[in-house]
């Protein structure tokens, strides 16, 4: 078993999840090809680097992103900083032949995720985007029934990512909250996860019309006094074709009040439909057409130990998982393709290619009131 040293570029919200899940992989995931090390944590400043290096056990801490990308002994930069910053660091990353993981949206706009695409498949290093929405154990169960034709062919797709974080207008006008740092809000925020996961289920999108509301139209500046404005959108809902002939509607909202963080689909198709919601993330609902006619109804699968990477969790059925164990699936995932096991995590950087497309086309369709096509990778 060898190691794999992490450099961990970023170490707020993101930077917990992943430490966790580089901690925990070992004691899940056993035996393993590679043994992750949390070798090097970075910040923006020395208090906030030690802090984090200290919280989530890295051996060193820094404040450059730059010397860990040129750093010997790393092996991966995981990318972990507002969305802005994605693209420099990877590029770099890649140039300096790490692997890399970088959290979605991958990037800003779709000429410079393209880049990081092409460059990351040139250079043939290892490349996973953040989608471990996708990765949940009962929507890779909704993959496999469908693909063993449980429920005929796809119809149609209804898909959302709710939550109500960001109703509140006194939450502080963080990066989220502006377009140069963020590139959109909830469309990106959370509604790429959706995109990403209605792909993963139903194939690629080839057509959008959409439309975009802003509720909260100032926020406090951080710390100070007075208030900014809030350049993004704090909803986008669309209408999708997908490339099958099937079509859709994808919702994304911070500010649907109700929703704490839910996501989720029902898809309908010619034999039987399935439904999914992450406010009760370990059942997946399967309703099949071909039963018997006296006990058709939808039936819960709790899912566990027999459905995709649940033998990895607990021994024994019933006991759920959490956020968390998505993300240790995206490090089982990584390593997996670094072994060699597979030839890709299942979410590249082309995946987060084609999940920024979607979203470009969907703001030049809110712009215009057109259906729009979703440019080609
Ligand atoms: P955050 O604001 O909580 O943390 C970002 C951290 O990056 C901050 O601690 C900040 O000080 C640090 N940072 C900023 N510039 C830096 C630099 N030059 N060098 C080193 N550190 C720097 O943001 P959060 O929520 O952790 O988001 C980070 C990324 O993760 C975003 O791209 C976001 O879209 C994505 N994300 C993904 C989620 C998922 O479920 N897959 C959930 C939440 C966020």
Redesign the pocket.
């Known amino acids: 078993m060898k190691d794999l040293k992490f450099a961990v ?7 917990k999840a992943h430490s966790i899940a580089l901690a925990t992989y070992p004691m899940y995931v056993w035996p393993t090809p590679y043994y992750p090390q949390r070798e090097l944590i ?3 400043n020395d208090m ?1 680097a030690a802090e984090s290096g200290q919280r989530f056990g890295f051996n060193r801490a820094g404040t450059d ?1 730059r010397q860990a990308v040129e750093d010997p002994e790393i092996d991966v930069i995981d990318v ?4 802005v ?2 693209y420099d660091v990877v590029m770099a990353a890649i140039e300096a032949g790490k692997h890399v993981i970088c ?3 991958l990037a800003l706009d779709g000429d410079k995720a393209r880049r990081m695409a092409d460059a990351a498949e040139a250079a043939g290093i290892v490349n996973q985007v ?1 989608f ?2 996708r990765l949940t154990p009962a929507i890779q169960l909704a993959k496999k029934l469908i693909d063993e034709g449980a429920i005929g062919e796809i119809r149609s797709v209804r898909s959302f990512w709710l939550g109500e974080f960001f109703n509140d207008p006194s939450v502080p006008l ?2 989220r909250f502006q377009k140069e740092q963020a590139g959109s809000g909830a469309l990106g ?1 959370i509604g790429s ?1 959706a995109i990403d996961f209605s792909r993963f289920l139903a194939g690629e999108i080839t057509e959008v019309q959409g439309v975009q509301q802003h509720f909260i139209k100032e926020r406090p500046l951080p710390g100070g006094t007075g208030t900014g404005v809030v350049e993004v959108d704090d909803a986008t809902a669309f209408m999708v074709r997908f490339e099958s002939g099937a079509t859709g509607y994808i919702e994304s909202s911070w500010a649907a009040p109700g929703h704490k963080s839910d996501a989720g689909f029902e898809i309908t198709g010619s034999t039987g439909s399935l439904s999914f919601t992450w406010e009760r993330m370990s059942e997946l609902r399967f309703y099949d057409g071909r039963d018997a006619a006296d006990r058709q109804g939808y039936r819960t699968i709790l899912v566990g130990p027999p459905h995709p990477y649940g033998e990895h969790f607990w021994p024994v059925p019933g006991y759920q998982i959490s956020y968390s164990d998505t993300k240790v699936i995206q490090i089982l995932d990584f390593i997996q393709a670094v072994s060699g096991e597979k030839a890709a995590p299942q979410t590249t950087f082309r995946d987060g290619l084609r999940s920024t497309l979607v979203e470009e086309a969907v703001m030049e369709s809110a712009r215009t009131g057109q259906w729009t096509k979703v440019a080609r990778d």
């Open positions: 570029i970023g170490g707020g919200f993101m930077g970075v910040e923006i906030l992103w972990l900083v507002p969305n910053l994605h959290e979605k949206p953040g471990n929405w963080v990066w925020d996860h």
